[in-house]
């Protein structure tokens, strides 16, 4: 079990849907991330948002929508994807404040999107 | 570029001390060095993470060269549950604090 619960596990959409991807951690962590993994390869980040503020956007497409209504909640908003974008979909939190900006991250178990 | 560089694939024997490298040659003096582990199917784990000295925890010890150019994670009894992959990460603090993952090394556990 992990303290940073994803849901849902795994998503099926088509390609004219619109889904939504939610994290939610519990541990007063400020800091919170989307990263992308695609099958054998790394996490690769797509997202950082800092005290419920977007401050890195790896030049994600517009069809990736974040969202980060509070400092618990992460969204991911996915309109018009493509096969491509297949991946597992991980949330992470870290606690983003003071001296504890190296802090470890925790990352939940991931969402796993098939677009068909 | 990547910062790091580890070996793509290492065997260890189950009880034997699993020995990691990692190569950072380019380490500047506020990064620190981490550790993480994905096991199949999960998101990646935090092992450990340390900037200038040696650090031990539950889990591993970390090993840093004194000019920090290289380091190892050593996991003193492998385990079959141990088996993942292990990403050694470089990366300083700040505002924009980030992880970047390099490829890994896929550490198989054997019986």
């Known amino acids: 079990d992990t303290e940073v619960t994803q849901t849902p596990k795994h998503l099926v959409m088509g390609m004219t849907n619109k889904k939504s991807l939610k994290c939610e951690q519990h541990?007063?962590?400020?800091?919170m991330y989307w990263y992308k993994q695609k099958a054998k390869k790394p996490p690769e980040l797509m997202f950082v948002?800092?005290?419920?503020?977007?401050?890195i956007n790896e030049s994600v497409p517009s069809r990736f929508s974040p969202e980060c209504p509070n400092s618990s909640l992460l969204n991911l908003h996915l309109h018009a994807l493509q096969p491509e974008d297949s991946a597992l979909y991980l949330c992470?939190?870290?606690?983003?404040?003071?001296?504890?900006?190296?802090?470890?991250?925790?990352f939940g178990n991931g969402t796993r999107l098939t677009v068909t | 570029d990547a910062k790091t560089t580890q070996p793509t694939s290492m065997d260890c024997a189950e009880g034997r001390a699993a020995n990691l490298p990692c190569n950072h040659s380019?380490?500047?003096?506020?990064?620190?060095v981490y550790w993480y582990r994905q096991i199949h199917s999960q998101g990646p784990q935090y092992i450990i993470h340390?900037?200038?000295n040696n650090e031990t925890n539950e889990m591993a010890s970390l090993i840093i060269t004194e000019d920090r150019k290289s380091s190892t994670l050593i996991l003193p009894h492998a385990t079959l549950r141990d088996t993942a992959v292990y990403y050694c990460?470089?990366?300083?603090?700040?505002?924009?604090?980030?992880?970047?993952f390099g490829k890994g090394t896929l550490l198989t556990v054997n019986p």
């Open positions: 380019t380490i500047s003096g506020n990064e620190y």
């Open positions: 992470a939190s870290s606690p983003g404040t003071g001296s504890s900006y190296n802090s470890p991250l925790h």
């Open positions: 541990m007063g962590h400020r800091a």
């Open positions: 990460i470089v990366e300083s603090g700040g505002s924009n604090y980030k992880l970047t």
């Open positions: 948002y800092s005290y419920e503020k977007l401050s």
């Open positions: 340390g900037l200038k």
